[in-house]
């Protein structure tokens, strides 16, 4: 069996100072103490094989560390910087010291996948890798299953991150003044003042700032953001030109 104090020393930039043990963080790109901190050096270990081992970085992922609370956050980098709204998270990573019994920790991650809405979550413990993965039409119930791997972890990431996003074809139609395509975007993602919809009217030579969009048959009612801006106004199908921007 492969022991985590010897990976580490052979992966990881371990430093002392001040009689402690420490290395950087590749996400923060900070000093971390590891002395007495167990479940940091089974993370780093993690962040290490996405980042140096995976090639996943570069391209396909976005990382956060201790992001809501979880101790990683793997999420789907963005393909049009135009369209960024608020996105739940692809995969959330809880990290446990090494040799904890993770069944004993299932509730926890199952809580945390539910409250952020995700639908895979993993549990390592440095020796082994669970997943939980959303059962589709079932409300918050979860199906686990160990990972060999991993591999494994890169190849569900892959495989997940490869969907056809359908909401970015959707984006992309609008682009080209597809009332439809915006109607619906508005309606997932307009509602409220959680994400900031730029358009542009045909009959109006600057774009427009919006939230709170309701749409009424091929009439779409929202309120302009901004200081001054008047409350709920309101355009037809007709001047629609096109979307321009869904960002968070």
């Known amino acids: 069996m492969i022991h985590l104090n010897a990976e580490m020393q052979s992966k990881l930039d371990i430093y002392p100072k001040n009689n402690q043990k420490y290395t950087r963080c590749l996400i923060r790109k900070t000093e971390i103490a590891l002395n007495g901190r167990p479940e940091e050096l089974v993370r780093q270990m993690f962040i290490h094989y996405l980042i140096k081992e995976s090639g996943l970085l570069a391209n396909k992922i976005n990382i956060k560390i201790e992001s809501n609370n979880h101790d990683i956050e793997i999420y789907r980098r963005e393909r049009n910087h135009n369209f960024k709204p608020h996105q739940a998270p692809l995969i959330i990573v809880e990290v446990k010291r090494e040799n904890t019994n993770l069944p004993n920790h299932y509730p926890q991650i199952k809580r945390y996948l539910k409250n952020a809405r995700c639908?895979?979550?993993?549990?390592y413990n440095y020796h082994q890798i669970i997943l939980f993965t959303k059962i589709v039409n079932e409300l918050d119930n979860f199906?686990?299953?160990?990972?060999?791997?991993?591999?494994?972890?890169?190849?569900?990431?892959?495989?997940?991150?490869?969907?056809?996003?359908?909401?970015l074809v959707e984006f992309e139609k609008a682009e080209n003044g597809n009332f439809e395509s915006f109607t619906y975007l508005v309606k997932k993602y307009g509602k409220y003042t959680t994400n900031t919809i730029v358009f542009k009217l045909k009959n109006q030579q600057l774009k427009t700032k919006g939230a709170f969009f309701n749409v009424q048959g091929n009439k779409v009612?929202?309120?302009?953001?901004?200081q001054f801006a008047d409350k709920q106004q309101f355009f037809e199908r007709q001047h629609f030109?096109?979307?321009?921007s869904i960002t968070y």
């Open 119 to 123: 639908n895979l979550g993993i549990l």
């Open 143 to 167: 199906e686990d299953k160990h990972l060999r791997n991993f591999q494994d972890v890169e190849n569900l990431i892959l495989t997940e991150g490869n969907d056809i996003d359908s909401n």
């Open 221 to 226: 009612y929202y309120d302009p953001c901004g």
């Open 241 to 244: 030109e096109k979307l321009v």
